[in-house]
């Protein structure tokens, strides 16, 4: 992979981005190409270019001096794009066949090019239409779990954690995170989104001193806890699947933080699938949740008992201990991404896309509903059968 440094920024346009994929020489000469803007997150303008006589392709994405959702007013740093690169180059370190290949960054012009993802679909987008992907929870769950102990203290030196950790700090996302993750949906703030039939619930979660408490010791955990280098926003948006293939894509929110946020903010998007569901077909997501905490316990334990560099590893009870408040925090974080997905100022297509009026305000109810008790009641979860306890509980 390619990092340079060049040119003055500007915004891509269709055009530029193919004259850009042809100087890098990426594919041959005369090649009758295609060029889309097919960008439909926050805050980047994704380009697809295809060789429309040997469909090959390749993606460049740039980032935005500003979040697309609300304009120019919120400025974003660009130094977003340098963190995605290095992120992706990391994972790939340590989880190639997770993560899209990377071809050419430019710092200067904040884009990152990579490889064509096109012959998967986003996970969130098959999900809705019903499709199951039987090896995404496997996948996802090893992902996370040889992450997590990879640059951990545990599974790297603790000198080069640390420096590796310094090169992953990202202020301005992860205030993103604290603010609309962590702190507006659970407050009056402009940046809440929600239907007036929902306004009642809504005031009720916001004068909800428990849960206050409760959400502020979870927010504590995201702002001082720098365990392992998370994706950061780890959605079923963010990943393109198949039914044999995975593959994790945009980590711009990277940054080293506690182990099981990632965990959580996966747990609470399959959660968020379950609630669009007719409930004979949710099954499939609770057992997602179920592979994906199985997988990650079981790869994370192995590692740790075959390659842990720390000296205090092979204490009886100290996995243990590291793996029970993994879970506990995941199950807080869910709860948090559930809430604020809901009402917060970016929803998902799961719950929002239920054309019903009064179904889709039941699901959306049920979800404050769940929200709620997994923050409250995290640490009374002892495996993952408590999700669907209060799924169930929580539906009326």
């Not at 004979?280 to 334990?301: G, I, K």
Request: proline share 4%; hydrophobic share 40%.
């Amino acid at each position: 992979m390619t990092i340079v440094q060049s040119s003055v920024y500007e915004p891509l346009t269709e055009q530029k981005a193919t004259a850009l994929a042809v100087r890098l020489g990426l594919f041959r000469d005369g090649a009758p190409l295609a060029c889309r803007e097919i960008g439909d997150g926050n805050l980047n303008l994704v380009f697809h270019i295809v060789d429309q006589e040997t469909k090959q392709g390749v993606i460049i994405k740039q980032a935005l001096p500003y979040a697309k959702v609300v304009g120019e007013s919120w400025p974003l740093t660009l130094k977003r794009a340098v963190i995605e690169s290095n992120a992706l180059r990391t994972f790939a370190s340590y989880v190639p066949q997770y993560v899209p290949k990377v071809y050419y960054s430019d710092e200067s012009l904040a884009i990152t090019v990579m490889e064509d993802l096109s012959r998967l679909q986003i996970a969130r987008k098959g999900l809705i239409e019903g499709k199951t992907y039987p090896l995404l929870s496997q996948h996802i769950g090893e992902f996370v779990a040889k992450m997590a102990f990879y640059t951990s203290d545990f599974g790297m030196n603790q000198q080069e954690k640390k420096k590796l950790a310094q090169s992953f700090v990202n202020p301005e996302l992860c205030k993103i995170t604290e603010d609309l993750v962590f702190t507006d949906p659970f407050f009056d703030r402009d940046t809440n989104n929600f239907e007036d039939e929902l306004r009642p619930d809504v005031e009720t979660l916001w004068g909800d001193d428990r849960l206050h408490l409760e959400t502020a010791k979870l927010k504590r955990k995201f702002l001082t806890e720098a365990d392992v280098l998370l994706h950061g926003d780890l959605h079923t948006g963010s990943i393109f699947a198949s039914d044999d293939e995975t593959k994790v894509i945009d980590p711009e929110f990277a940054f080293y933080g506690p182990i099981g946020f990632d965990l959580g903010q996966f747990f609470a998007n399959l959660l968020l699938n379950a609630l669009s569901r007719p409930e004979l077909e949710r099954q499939p997501l609770f057992e997602h949740v179920d592979r994906t905490w199985n997988v990650f316990a079981s790869v994370f334990s192995e590692l740790w008992r075959t390659e842990s560099v720390e000296t205090y590893a092979h204490t009886p009870g100290l996995l243990e201990d590291v793996l029970r408040q993994t879970f506990v925090d995941a199950v807080g974080f869910a709860g948090c991404e559930v809430i604020r997905r809901t009402i917060g100022l970016a929803h998902v297509a799961d719950l929002d896309g239920i054309e019903q009026k009064e179904a889709r305000l039941a699901a959306k109810r049920h979800a404050l509903r769940l929200g709620r008790r997994l923050i409250i009641e995290r640490a009374e979860l002892t495996g993952t059968d408590g999700f669907r306890r209060l799924f169930a509980e929580t539906k009326q």
